[in-house]
């Protein structure tokens, strides 16, 4: 009897622990994008138009130092790292001979976009362009990487489907460059087909390669972010949400992309039913944080810059975070915009757990 109840207090542990320490479920990640998700490759990439995310105050909150994050401290895809118990990507950039990256590798630039640099160079505002390093580029170092991690098909394919791909957020800066060029929303509008297909096109690729478990994100409510509340500012308060502040029609764009996104994944599950595509939605637990500030310990509202060279939102082009005539709050952790353009680790830590929440089935415990 005690021989049997102790059998069965240990097979109780033996579960709690592999609930609590929930087995590795992937291998490796691998990540594609912009800003939202660069863990280094700008500041690596040698490109001069943004220095300043390789100086403090960016990475004061959790690293301590600046580590070519757009952010004070960690992103959606370091969290998402935790949750796996994984390491933190490292950027493909920084990746020496024999270095061991088999737990997967992050490919995102700041500043990159969904379409080519082509693209804009033949619209006249390639120019203004931070990187050339494009979603096509980034998926082109992926394949270059996969020969060193692998070598025949069956061998590639099993790494693979242990691995979980994020294609985006990507997409945001194809409408950034298009609107801080003067572009207006009928014309941003326009170009969504386009950019929607350059990240199903980079999606079907991935598949093609060998991925199975694919997390394909939508844009934030860009409506509510510092630089475009303050780029578009208006007389008006009819365009204004009265609910939280933010710019309507500007969120209203950002919700129709990833409408358009949603109903291109929809076909792409069709076109490949063994593949599992996830719709990451950044927009709602990014919007639910506007709506209720304080509920969430945004104590500083959801819609200043912590980090910025005064006006309004805290947000002056002339003066943007990390320049002269800026400075950083207090408490970053109160705030969920980090510089104007890009958040706080604190509203990343929200998006990361609303995703895993939902997405995914990761015991609450390892979300911290
Ligand atoms: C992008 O490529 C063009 C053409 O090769 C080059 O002139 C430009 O400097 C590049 N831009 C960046 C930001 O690297
Ligand atoms: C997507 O792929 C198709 C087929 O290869 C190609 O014709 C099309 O131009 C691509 N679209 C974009 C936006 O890259
Ligand atoms: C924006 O920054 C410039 C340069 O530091 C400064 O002259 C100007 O007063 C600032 N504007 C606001 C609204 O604070
Ligand atoms: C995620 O789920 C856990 C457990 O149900 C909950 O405590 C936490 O608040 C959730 N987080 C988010 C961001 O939804």
Redesign the pocket.
Known sequence: MIMKAFLFFALLCFLASTVSTSPLRYEAIFNFGDSLSDTGNFLLSGALSFPVIGKLPYGETFFRHPTGRCSDGRLIIDFVAEAFRLPYLPPYLALKKGQAFEHGANFAVAGATAMDAEYFYEKKIGAILWTNSSLNVQIDWFKKLKSSLCTSKQECDNYLKKSLFFVGEIGGNDYNYAAFVGGNIKQLRASVPLVVEAITNATSLLIEEGAVELVVPGNLPIGCSAVYLTLFQSPNKGDYDPRNGCLKAMNAFAKYHNNQLKKALQKLREKYPHANIIYADYYAPAKRLSHAPLHYGFSSGTLTACCGGGGPYNFNNSARCGHIGSKACEDPNTYANWDGIHLTEAAYR?IA??LI?ASFNVT?SS?T
Do not use: D, E, M, T
């Open positions: 929200y757990h609303s929440n609450p979300l």
